[in-house]
T-cell receptor
Framework: ETGVTQSPTHLIKTRGQQVTLRCSSQ?????VSWYQQALGQGPQFIFQ???????GRGNFPPRFSGLQFPNYSSELNVNALELDDSALYLC??????????????FGPGTRLTVL | GESVGLHLPTLSVQEGDNSIINCAYS??????FIWYKQESGKGPQFIID?????DKRQGQRVTVLLNKTVKHLSLQIAATQPGDSAVYFC???????????????FGKGTHLIIQP
């Protein structure tokens, strides 16, 4: 186990609703990255948070937003849900420093189903 | 755009045999490569990583080989066990400069099936 936890485990929403997913990073890690994994595909990078600010973003629209808190935990918010948002949402934590990139360790994910 | 891809979607091996999972990458600027294992219903689990200044790295029962000339990465699993059944992803970090702001780029995965 990595020590990265996510909640909830499963979630069902309807199109147009909003959802908030939560992630607690591994102890000692200061960076959280979020990924979307569609069925049968590899994870796709949504964004990363470092020092409570968005540190980089993949090809996702602005209705995907996030937060990072002083304890390094993080939230992913998705507004105006669409059917294609149905996926496994993964959180990964890492310790990013100036010299080298540390490995990203993933949580178990939240399975979001949009009806 | 450039992306990481895998050669085979499914690989079936006999228990006890060695497995080799391949990965091709196209971003010549990639500096850092990671192999993840994902079991059904779980998040990706780190297996082993390698930086571009190396061509081989060994772990417990696993070896990663990097051929920068042909932009090819492979994962070798020795004496495959039933618990090795999973989907294996290679991922690359294009910059590897400590920022990680671009995130990991994953391939689609190879499903490793262990036959008794």
């Amino acid at each position: 186990e990595t020590g990265v936890t996510q909640s909830p485990t499963h979630l069902i929403k309807t199109r147009g609703q909003q959802v908030t997913l939560r992630c607690s990073s591994q102890s000692g890690h200061n960076t959280v990255s979020w990924y979307q994994q569609a069925l049968g595909q590899g994870p796709q990078f949504i964004f990363q948070y470092y020092r409570e600010e968005e540190n980089g973003r993949g090809n996702f629209p602005p209705r995907f937003s996030g937060l990072q808190f002083p304890n390094y935990s993080s939230e992913l918010n998705v507004n105006a849900l669409e059917l294609d948002d149905s996926a496994l949402y993964l959180c990964a934590s890492s310790l990013v420093g100036r010299i080298e990139t540390d490995t990203q360790y993933f949580g178990p994910g939240t399975r979001l189903t949009v009806l | 755009g450039e992306s990481v891809g895998l050669h085979l979607p499914t690989l079936s091996v006999q228990e006890g045999d060695n497995s080799i999972i391949n990965c091709a990458y196209s971003n010549s600027a990639s500096d850092y490569f990671i192999w993840y294992k994902q079991e059904s219903g779980k998040g990706p689990q780190f297996i082993i990583d390698i930086r571009s200044n190396m061509d081989k790295r060994q772990g417990q029962r696993v070896t990663v080989l990097l051929n920068k000339t042909v932009k090819h990465l492979s994962l070798q699993i020795a004496a495959t066990q039933p618990g090795d059944s999973a989907v294996y992803f290679c991922a690359e970090w294009p910059l590897g400069d400590g920022g990680g702001a671009d995130g990991l780029t994953f391939g689609k995965g190879t499903h490793l099936i262990i036959q008794p």
